[in-house]
């Protein structure tokens, strides 16, 4: 009786064992896990682009997990790849641009090369070049960080001033302006984080610089555009005119709640300001301040970031053929993304598409796409180097004493050497 | 020949129970520390690591921010510490009075924060000390303060900040320990100290503290390890950055940005954690010779 049961039992287990085997396997065929970070940006991108891939291609599903913050998808990325364990890594990874080459460097061969399946000429060549090492590209590239100064109109209005009067301006003229709409319309006019310099880089680079030189090497004391973007800074502050935020939550709270009038930023802040469809109509975008200075121009660039392959994926040829036949080819996905996204796409071919020239009725019925598509053309391009977080570490220790009315140049001296002694 | 074969039989015996123990603790502990050490003298960014010999404590003397994580760890462990101290052992003698009514809740109270979720209490300080928050509004309704105070956009009110959270979060764990040891102590000690006259303050500091002594060094060491690796509050107040102007920059915090957020550099990462394990040896020492029991020659 016994060993029936016993004989019966071992192949019932056999056949369980093999059954959850081939299950596992079948399971881990044709699944591609995606990270990103901004649910409403690039999560729903992303999205949409599975949706497009998976009903042409029902056996493959894609999963995008937007649950973690990018310093947590920075963090985990980096702490996987340094202990070489590929376990818990994504198929496809959405990686901001000006961090890509430290990746890229650090870690070689920790991500599949994409230049010889997917054609990069295709694709607008600055957003390649953040991806390129020793001539191979590593990315599919994804959006334009092209900066806006996103306005509240009606703010605007009853301070007394049209559109037009925003139109490339100066920042010393737009601490003019927002002088005014506090005194109108009792608005701060900016938001602003002392822990985060995106706004400085925005400004360094309108006028074509970035932290370094061509050969790598520190560009911080002769930096007549960032010492501009440091002193502009400092008067905002000193006029009064920002409210301090501290974090991603509180930063966004300030302008969708209409606590403040402007939010100068990339185009990828649509989604964000888009989510609140009863603020429709009371939006409008002008072209960003440049800086008092010869050689800047009302055009930069936030962030804007691209798909990375890992080499340890297990399911690379999907993930490179996703890529390829919807972020490399699809122009009507990209007019989608234009506009519920705010995704300004880097597909050259994308630009041509109806959506591009199409008014938007959230920002009064201008032709907003148009003119971010402008703007993109005009975006002096910088070379990022590696060790930006470096620096902007350093501008941060420094930012509380500028925006007091410290001496620049002294903060700028003690920027050199911190950033000099951290890059060693 | 004093060993009998059963003694030596128990010896083996004991040695083999423990010694799945021995092998994790020294594959999972020992090991990585060996390694630590040997990695703090290698330099190079990212995975391409070169032997540097002291490359990394020359490069440790001429690092501003090092200096100040240094500062900063010193001065949060100078003020904290001794706070939450005297606050626990304050808390413990109150709450060991037997005639004292809802002390069962009492105690539950202060030490509830110890047992709460990190990220959940560190997500609602934060949010208390926002420039519009309930701490802001609290103040100026009583007129202690006429402006808001942007708690984390000044370096000084941050350190304030982090060292209210510190303490709320673990004077409880602290006040614990005290009142295990205050139950030990003999009524009859005070009960004489009162005869003869003594005053509570004095009952309290040459009876009680006296008598707690061993305990006081086991909590005083304890928080000196413990706030000398601040980094879970800091993290997650200032979304880690270290607050305006690295002010309240730690020494774990600046090894985690050595290691994750800049381009990462191993060596010097490791460089930097030895020297809170030399902080520490060195405080615990100091704090282990103070309390020791000095004979008096007769």
Same mark, same amino acid.
């Given at each position: 009786?016994?060993?029936?049961?016993?004989?019966?039992?071992?192949?019932l287990g056999v056949a369980l064992a093999s059954v959850s085997l081939l299950s596992v396997a079948a399971a881990s065929a044709g699944e591609i896990s995606v990270w990103v970070w901004d649910a409403n940006f690039n999560g729903n991108a992303m999205r949409e682009a599975a949706a497009i891939y998976t009903a042409d291609h029902p056996d493959v599903t894609i999963n995008v997990d937007d649950t973690a913050s990018q310093d947590d998808i920075r963090a985990k990325l980096q702490t996987q790849l340094l202990a070489g364990s590929t376990d818990g890594l994504p198929d496809i990874v959405l990686i901001q641009d000006d961090i890509a080459q430290k990746y890229l460097q650090s870690f070689p061969g920790a991500f599949e090369p994409l230049s010889d399946k997917i054609d990069m000429s295709l694709f607008a060549s600055y957003k390649v070049a953040a991806a390129t090492l020793d001539g191979t590209s590593y990315s599919v590239p994804f959006d334009s960080g092209v900066t806006g100064l996103f306005y509240r109109s009606d703010y605007l209005e009853a301070a007394g001033f049209t559109a037009a009067d925003l139109e490339n301006i100066t920042w010393d003229k737009l601490v003019e302006i927002g002088t005014t709409v506090k005194e109108k319309?009792?608005?701060?006019?900016?938001?602003?984080?002392?822990?985060?310099? !995106?706004?400085?880089?925005?400004?360094?680079?309108?006028? !074509?610089?970035?932290?370094?030189?061509?050969?790598?090497?520190?560009?911080?004391?002769?930096?007549?555009?960032?010492?501009?973007?440091?002193?502009?800074?400092?008067?905002?502050?000193?006029?009064?005119?920002?409210?301090?935020?501290?974090?991603?939550? $509180?930063?966004?709270?300030?302008?969708?709640?209409?606590?403040?009038?402007?939010?100068?930023? !990339?185009?990828?802040?649509?989604?964000?300001?888009?989510?609140?469809?009863?603020?429709?109509?009371?939006?409008?975008?002008?072209?960003?301040?440049?800086?008092?200075? $010869?050689?800047?121009?009302?055009?930069?660039?936030?962030?804007?970031?691209?798909?990375?392959?890992?080499?340890?994926?297990?399911?690379? $040829? $999907?993930?490179?053929?996703?890529?390829?036949?919807?972020?490399? !080819?699809?122009?009507?996905?990209?007019?989608?993304?234009?506009?519920?996204?705010?995704?300004?796409?880097?597909?050259?071919?994308?630009?041509?598409?109806?959506?591009?020239?199409?008014?938007?009725?959230?920002?009064?019925?201008?032709?907003?796409?148009?003119?971010?598509?402008?703007?993109?053309?005009?975006?002096?391009?910088?070379?990022?180097?590696?060790?930006?977080?470096?620096?902007?570490?350093?501008?941060?220790?420094?930012?509380?004493?500028?925006?007091?009315?410290?001496?620049?140049?002294?903060?700028?001296?003690?920027?050199?050497?911190?950033?000099?002694?951290?890059?060693? | 020949?004093?060993?009998?074969?059963?003694?030596?039989?128990?010896?083996? #015996?004991?040695?083999?129970?423990?010694?799945?123990?021995?092998?994790?603790?020294?594959?999972?502990?020992?090991?990585?520390?060996?390694?630590?050490?040997?990695?703090?003298?290698?330099?190079?960014?990212?995975?391409?690591?070169?032997?540097?010999?002291?490359? #990394?404590?020359?490069?440790?003397?001429?690092? &501003?921010?090092?200096?100040?994580?240094? &500062?900063?760890?010193? &001065?949060?462990?100078?003020?904290?510490?001794?706070?939450?101290?005297?606050?626990?052992?304050? %808390?413990?003698?109150?709450?060991? /009075?037997?005639?004292?009514?809802?002390?069962?809740?009492?105690?539950?109270?202060?030490?509830?924060?110890?047992?709460?979720?990190?990220?959940?209490?560190?997500?609602?300080?934060?949010?208390?000390?926002?420039?519009?928050?309930?701490?802001?509004?609290?103040?100026?309704?009583?007129?202690?303060?006429?402006?808001?105070?942007?708690?984390?956009?000044?370096?000084?009110?941050?350190?304030?900040?982090?060292?209210?959270?510190?303490?709320?979060?673990?004077?409880?764990?602290?006040?614990?320990?005290?009142?295990?040891?205050?139950?030990?102590?003999?009524?009859?000690?005070?009960?004489?100290?009162?005869?003869?006259?003594?005053?509570?303050?004095?009952?309290?500091?040459?009876?009680?503290?006296?008598?707690?002594?061993?305990?006081?060094?086991? &909590?005083?060491?304890?928080?000196?390890?413990?706030?000398?690796?601040?980094?879970?509050?800091?993290?997650?107040?200032?979304?880690?950055?270290?607050?305006?102007?690295?002010?309240?920059?730690?020494?774990?915090?600046?090894?985690?940005?050595?290691?994750?957020?800049?381009?990462?550099?191993?060596?010097?990462?490791?460089?930097?954690?030895?020297?809170?394990?030399?902080?520490?040896?060195?405080?615990? %020492?100091?704090?282990?010779?103070?309390?020791? /029991?000095?004979?008096?020659?007769?």
């Amino acid at each position: 009786m016994n060993r029936i049961i016993t004989r019966r039992g071992r192949l019932l287990g056999v056949a369980l064992a093999s059954v959850s085997l081939l299950s596992v396997a079948a399971a881990s065929a044709g699944e591609i896990s995606v990270w990103v970070w901004d649910a409403n940006f690039n999560g729903n991108a992303m999205r949409e682009a599975a949706a497009i891939y998976t009903a042409d291609h029902p056996d493959v599903t894609i999963n995008v997990d937007d649950t973690a913050s990018q310093d947590d998808i920075r963090a985990k990325l980096q702490t996987q790849l340094l202990a070489g364990s590929t376990d818990g890594l994504p198929d496809i990874v959405l990686i901001q641009d000006d961090i890509a080459q430290k990746y890229l460097q650090s870690f070689p061969g920790a991500f599949e090369p994409l230049s010889d399946k997917i054609d990069m000429s295709l694709f607008a060549s600055y957003k390649v070049a953040a991806a390129t090492l020793d001539g191979t590209s590593y990315s599919v590239p994804f959006d334009s960080g092209v900066t806006g100064l996103f306005y509240r109109s009606d703010y605007l209005e009853a301070a007394g001033f049209t559109a037009a009067d925003l139109e490339n301006i100066t920042w010393d003229k737009l601490v003019e302006i927002g002088t005014t709409v506090k005194e109108k319309t009792g608005h701060l006019l900016l938001d602003l984080d002392l822990n985060d310099t !995106g706004v400085l880089r925005m400004m360094m680079q309108s006028a !074509g610089e970035w932290y370094f030189n061509e050969d790598g090497s520190l560009n911080i004391v002769d930096n007549a555009p960032l010492k501009k973007a440091l002193e502009t800074y400092a008067k905002f502050y000193q006029a009064d005119l920002v409210k301090p935020v501290s974090g991603w939550a $509180e930063y966004t709270g300030a302008f969708t709640s209409g606590e403040v009038a402007m939010v100068p930023v !990339g185009v990828w802040i649509t989604a964000t300001i888009k989510a609140n469809a009863d603020q429709s109509g009371l939006w409008g975008v002008a072209p960003i301040p440049r800086l008092d200075m $010869e050689g800047s121009v009302n055009a930069s660039n936030q962030g804007g970031s691209s798909w990375y392959v890992l080499a340890s994926s297990d399911n690379k $040829e $999907e993930s490179v053929d996703f890529l390829k036949t919807v972020w490399g !080819g699809d122009v009507d996905f990209y007019q989608k993304i234009l506009v519920n996204q705010g995704a300004v796409g880097s597909l050259l071919s994308a630009r041509e598409g109806a959506a591009y020239k199409e008014s938007d009725e959230f920002f009064g019925g201008a032709p907003v796409w148009q003119n971010f598509s402008t703007w993109l053309s005009q975006i002096p391009s910088v070379d990022y180097g590696v060790f930006t977080a470096e620096v902007d570490a350093a501008i941060q220790a420094q930012l509380p004493t500028i925006i007091q009315g410290g001496d620049i140049d002294a903060a700028l001296e003690a920027i050199n050497s911190q950033s000099q002694q951290q890059m060693q | 020949m004093a060993q009998t074969r059963l003694d030596r039989r128990e010896r083996i #015996n004991g040695w083999l129970f423990i010694a799945p123990a021995l092998v994790l603790l020294g594959l999972f502990m020992v090991y990585p520390i060996v390694w630590s050490l040997w990695m703090s003298f290698q330099v190079g960014k990212g995975m391409n690591l070169s032997f540097g010999g002291f490359a #990394n404590i020359m490069r440790l003397t001429q690092d &501003t921010v090092f200096q100040r994580a240094l &500062t900063n760890t010193f &001065t949060f462990f100078i003020v904290q510490v001794p706070i939450m101290i005297v606050l626990a052992l304050l %808390f413990a003698v109150a709450l060991n /009075d037997a005639t004292l009514k809802f002390r069962g809740l009492f105690r539950t109270a202060i030490f509830l924060p110890c047992v709460t979720s990190l990220i959940a209490y560190s997500t609602v300080f934060k949010s208390m000390f926002a420039s519009d928050g309930v701490i802001n509004q609290a103040l100026m309704a009583l007129h202690i303060i006429s402006g808001p105070i942007a708690w984390f956009g000044d370096p000084f009110w941050a350190k304030i900040a982090i060292i209210i959270a510190i303490t709320w979060r673990w004077t409880g764990y602290n006040m614990i320990f005290y009142l295990a040891a205050l139950q030990n102590i003999d009524r009859s000690i005070y009960e004489a100290a009162r005869i003869d006259g003594v005053p509570a303050w004095a009952r309290f500091r040459y009876l009680t503290i006296p008598m707690l002594k061993p305990v006081i060094l086991f &909590t005083t060491v304890i928080s000196t390890i413990g706030t000398l690796q601040l980094f879970d509050e800091v993290y997650n107040f200032t979304a880690g950055t270290g607050g305006p102007a690295d002010s309240t920059l730690t020494l774990s915090l600046y090894i985690y940005n050595l290691t994750f957020k800049f381009m990462p550099s191993f060596g010097y990462s490791a460089t930097v954690s030895w020297v809170i394990v030399l902080v520490v040896a060195i405080l615990s %020492f100091l704090q282990f010779l103070v309390a020791r /029991d000095r004979r008096r020659k007769p």
